[in-house]
C-alpha cells in the first residue's frame, strides 16, 4: 500500500490485496521454515539477510522523480535450495524484502504493499527461470527473460496504481519512463544473477576440501555486500556533492548586497542541492508534496524556502530538508549582516535633521559621479548657503530653524532631477551635484530652477518667509584629477555672490554665480590643443546590415589634456566655436579623417566611405566651402561624406543650399545627422539635399512602442523611395538589430557593431577581422 500522507481511496483499494498477499506468503514460508533441518534455517537467514543488505541498491529508471526506484534483491533468488518449492523461497524471500523495505521507509502498509507485488513478480521469475533451465536455455538468456518478466510486472503494478500518469507532463502516458534505464536494470540483475550461480556451482566449491559442499550462503552473502557497497559508494559521491553545493552557497549567498540579488542566489543554490520541481520564496508554510524552511532576508517580512514536487512523485529524503535548513540558515545571517551593515553606513551618511545624504556621502558621490561619467556628458556642482540663517535661529529660535532647513531640503530634492545628488554638508550650507550635462549653459539653467524652487515663500511659525540664498556653480565637461577643485570653485562663486549681497549689489533676491575662472581655463586649454594641432580622432564603423559589413567609417573629434583628462566632444566644440576656432577644428578633422581612411582602403579596398561633422554654415564660400571641395579632389578613390546636424539646417538659406548643391557636384556625400532628436521638424528633411538620412537614437529607445517602429519603417519607406540611404544610430545588442531589420533598415551604427577607437586600435580591427560588421 502507498505511504498513508497523501494517500488517496485508490491507492488503498489497490494495495490492499498485495498487503494481504505479503502476510499470507511470509506466514507461509514461516510455517514451512519449522520444520525444516537447520541447514534450511542457515541459508533462510541468509537470502534473509542478504536481500536487507542490498536493498540500498537502487536505480532510477524514470526522467522525472516519482517512478518507482527498482533494486536487484531478486537476484538472490538465482540460486534455489534443491530441497525447497519455489514458492518457500520466494516466502523466505519475501521477509528479506519486508524488513528491507521497513527499514527505508519506515512505513508498514507501502513496506507491505511492496513485497506482495515483487513477490508476485519473484513467483514468475522462479518459475520461468526454473522451466526455461529444464528446456537447456543457456543460463544468460534464461536469467535475462526472467529478470525482464519480473520488472515488467513490478512496472505494470505500480503504473497501474498510479493511473498511469507517467507522462512527461504528468497526465497519462509512458514518456517519463526511460526504456534505457530499464533495460539497464534488466541487464545488471540478469548478468549479477548468472554470475551468482556461477559462482555458487564453479568457483566457489572448488575452493574447499569438500568437493560436495556448497557455499550457497557465502556467494548470496558475497554479491549482496558487493551490492550494498556500490550503493553506499554512490550516496557517498551524493552527500560530497550536496555537501560542496552548500559550501559554494556559503561563499556566494554573503556577496549578493541587495535583497534580490540574494533571493535569486539562494533559490538558485537550493535547485542545486534539492532535487525538486521548483523552489520558491513565499509567505504560505510547506504544503503536501513540499517541504520548507521559514527564511528571514528583510526585517518585519516572514518567508518560507519551498521545494516542491508535484503529487504522485517520489517524497522528499531527510537530508533534502536538513540542507534547506542550512541554506535558510547562511541566507538569513547574511541577510542580517548585511542589514546592519547598511543601518549603520546609512547612519554613516545621512544628516539626522534632513535625512539628506551628509558630506561623507557627497564625496563619495562626488567621486563616483567624475570617475563614472560617459565620455561625452559634464558634471557640475552647486554650492547653496542660506542668508542670514544665523539672525532666524536668534529671532525666532532653533526650532524655526530646523524647520527652515527641513523645508528647504524637501524643496531641493523635488526640484533637483532624478540622476541629481542633494546632501547637506554643513549648517546652512547644501550641495547638489547635477550629472548628464552637455554645456556649461545646460548646467546654469538647471542650476537658477533649483534656486528658484528654494526661494519660493516658506510658512515659517505661522507666517509666509521668503528664502534667500547665495549660489555658486561650477561646471566640468571633462574628468577631473581632483574632483574637490568643484567644490572649491563653487564654493568661492557662491561667496563672490555673499560678498556682493552684503554690499548691496544684488539685493535681496536669490541668485547663482558661475565659477568664471573654470570655464577660462578650459578655453586655454581647447585653443592651444587647436593651435598646437594635437587634436585627435576615433572612428566608429558603420554597416550594412544585410551583407553584415562595414561600409564607411564616422570621424569623431576627441581630446585629452595631460593634466585634466578627456574633455567631452560638445564641450570641446562648444569651446571652439566661442574662441572662433571652428574652421580650424573642421580642417585639422577632415585633413586627418581622409589621411585615416586612406589607410583603412589599403587594407580593405571595399571601405571607401568616410564621414565628417560640418556646420552649415561652414559650407560657403567664405569659410570652408573650397576647402572641403579641394580636400575631397585630393582623395579620388575615397567617397567624403560631409554630415549636417539636423538642428543647423533652421538657418538654411538658399545660398547655403547651392553650397551643398555644389558639394554633391563635386562628388561629396550629404547626410542629415540626429534626425528624430527631441525638437526635429518635418521640413528639415527637404531644406536640404541629402544621401544619407542618419536616424537619432532617441527614436529607438523602446522599439517595443509600436509608434517608433512605424516612425522607422516610414522613414527607411521615405528614403528608399527617394533613393537615399538610411542608416539608425544607437544600435547596442542583437534584440535591436532582429527589430529594425524586420522594418526593412539595411544600414546601422551603434555600439553593437563597435564603439568610436583610435586610428591605431580600428587597423588593428581591419587586420584581425577584415570589414566583418559584428566581433565575436
Not at 252 to 267: H, I, K, N
Not at 332 to 358: F, G, I, K, W, Y
Not at 493 to 517: D, P, T, W, Y
Request: charged share 20%.
Amino acid at each position: 500500500m502507498p505511504e498513508r500522507r497523501g494517500a488517496t481511496k485508490w491507492d488503498i483499494v489497490f494495495g490492499a490485496p498485495f498487503a494481504v498477499f505479503a502476510l499470507g506468503l511470509i506466514g507461509y514460508g514461516v510455517y514451512g521454515l519449522i520444520g525444516s533441518t537447520p541447514k534450511a534455517w542457515a541459508l533462510a537467514v541468509t537470502v534473509i539477510a542478504s536481500v536487507i543488505i542490498c536493498g540500498p541498491f537502487r536505480m532510477h529508471v524514470g526522467r522525472i522523480p516519482g517512478l518507482p526506484l527498482l533494486g536487484v534483491a531478486v537476484t538472490m533468488l538465482a540460486i534455489l535450495p534443491a530441497e525447497a518449492s519455489a514458492g518457500l523461497a520466494v516466502a523466505v524471500w519475501a521477509v528479506g524484502v519486508v524488513i528491507s523495505k521497513m527499514i527505508m521507509g519506515h512505513n508498514l502498509p507501502r513496506a507491505l504493499y511492496w513485497t506482495g507485488l515483487s513477490s508476485a513478480a519473484a513467483l514468475v521469475y522462479v518459475v520461468v527461470h526454473t522451466s526455461l533451465a529444464a528446456l537447456g536455455v543457456p543460463s544468460l538468456l534464461g536469467f535475462l527473460i526472467a529478470t525482464a518478466l519480473f520488472y515488467a510486472l513490478l512496472l505494470l503494478g505500480e503504473f497501474t496504481r498510479q493511473r498511469g500518469r507517467w507522462g512527461l507532463d504528468h497526465r497519462f502516458g509512458l514518456s517519463a519512463l526511460s526504456p534505457y534505464r530499464v533495460g539497464l536494470v534488466v541487464l545488471v540483475a540478469a548478468v549479477s544473477a548468472t554470475l551468482i550461480t556461477y559462482a555458487g556451482s564453479s568457483i566457489i566449491p572448488g575452493l574447499g576440501n569438500d568437493p560436495h559442499a556448497r557455499l550457497t550462503p557465502l556467494v548470496l552473502l558475497l554479491a549482496a555486500l558487493l551490492f550494498y557497497a556500490i550503493a553506499q559508494r554512490t550516496r557517498f559521491i551524493s552527500m560530497e556533492r550536496r555537501l560542496s553545493a552548500i559550501v559554494d552557497a556559503a561563499i556566494d549567498l554573503p556577496r549578493d548586497d541587495t535583497v534580490a540579488g540574494l533571493a535569486a542566489t539562494l533559490t538558485k543554490r537550493a535547485l542545486s542541492i534539492v532535487e525538486a520541481n521548483d523552489v520558491e520564496l513565499r509567505a504560505r508554510a510547506p504544503e503536501q508534496n513540499e517541504i520548507g524552511v521559514a527564511v528571514s532576508l528583510q526585517p518585519g517580512v516572514d518567508q518560507y524556502l519551498i521545494a516542491s514536487r508535484k503529487p504522485g512523485k517520489a517524497p522528499f529524503a531527510p537530508g533534502d530538508e536538513r540542507a534547506l535548513v542550512a541554506l535558510a540558515h547562511i541566507a538569513s545571517e547574511a541577510a542580517r549582516v548585511q542589514h546592519n551593515v547598511d543601518t549603520l553606513e546609512q547612519q554613516a551618511n545621512t544628516d539626522p535633521l534632513t535625512n539628506l545624504p551628509n558630506y561623507r556621502a557627497f564625496q563619495e558621490a562626488l567621486v563616483d559621479a567624475n570617475e563614472n561619467r560617459p565620455y561625452h556628458e559634464g558634471i557640475a556642482v552647486l554650492f547653496i548657503d542660506l542668508d542670514d540663517f544665523k539672525k532666524i535661529n536668534d529671532n525666532r529660535g532653533h526650532h524655526a530653524g530646523d524647520a527652515l532647513l527641513r523645508g528647504v531640503a524637501g524643496r531641493l530634492q523635488a526640484a533637483a532631477g532624478g540622476g541629481d545628488f542633494v546632501s547637506r554638508v554643513g549648517g546652512d550650507e547644501f550641495v547638489v551635484i547635477l550629472t548628464g550635462l552637455v554645456s556649461l549653459a545646460q548646467a546654469k539653467e538647471s542650476a537658477e530652477h533649483i534656486v528658484g524652487a528654494v526661494s519660493q515663500p516658506l510658512a515659517l511659525d505661522g507666517h509666509e518667509f521668503r528664502p534667500a540664498v547665495s549660489a555658486g556653480l561650477a561646471f566640468s565637461s571633462h574628468r577631473e584629477l581632483d574632483p574637490q577643485t568643484l567644490v572649491m570653485d563653487a564654493d568661492r562663486a557662491m561667496l563672490q555672490v555673499k560678498r556682493s549681497r552684503h554690499n548691496g549689489g544684488r539685493g535681496e533676491r536669490s541668485s547663482v554665480s558661475i565659477a568664471s575662472h573654470r570655464s577660462s581655463r578650459t578655453n586655454d586649454i581647447v585653443a592651444r590643443a587647436i593651435h598646437e594641432n594635437k587634436l585627435m580622432l576615433a572612428f566608429q564603423p558603420i554597416v550594412n546590415i544585410d551583407e553584415g559589413t562595414i561600409w564607411a567609417f564616422e570621424a569623431l573629434v576627441r581630446y585629452v589634456d595631460p593634466e585634466l583628462g578627456p574633455i567631452s566632444p560638445p564641450s570641446l566644440v562648444a569651446r571652439a566655436k566661442s574662441l572662433g576656432l571652428m574652421n580650424e577644428l573642421t580642417r585639422q578633422v577632415l585633413a586627418k579623417a581622409l589621411q585615416a581612411a586612406e589607410e583603412f582602403r589599403r587594407l580593405e579596398p571595399s571601405i571607401r566611405c568616410m564621414t565628417v561633422n560640418v556646420e552649415l554654415g561652414q559650407l560657403s564660400e567664405d569659410e570652408l566651402g573650397p576647402f572641403i571641395r579641394e580636400a575631397a579632389l585630393a582623395h579620388p578613390d575615397l567617397q567624403l561624406c560631409i554630415e549636417l546636424n539636423e538642428h543647423s539646417l533652421r538657418s538654411v538659406t538658399a545660398d547655403l543650399r547651392r553650397e551643398a548643391e555644389l558639394m554633391q557636384e563635386a562628388g561629396i556625400i550629404i547626410a542629415l545627422d540626429d534626425y528624430g532628436s527631441d525638437d526635429s521638424s518635418v521640413g528639415a528633411l527637404v531644406r536640404i539635399p541629402m544621401d544619407i538620412l542618419k536616424i537619432d537614437k532617441g527614436l529607438i529607445d523602446d522599439l517595443d512602442d509600436v509608434r517608433q517602429r512605424e516612425v522607422i519603417k516610414a522613414l527607411q519607406g521615405f528614403g528608399d523611395n527617394l533613393g537615399f540611404t538610411t542608416v539608425v544610430e544607437g544600435i547596442e545588442t542583437p534584440s535591436m538589430v532582429d527589430v529594425i531589420v524586420e522594418l526593412g533598415v539595411r544600414s546601422a551604427q551603434g555600439y553593437y557593431y563597435g564603439r568610436p577607437i583610435s586610428f591605431a586600435r580600428t587597423m588593428d580591427r581591419l587586420r584581425r577581422t577584415g570589414t566583418r560588421a559584428v566581433l565575436a
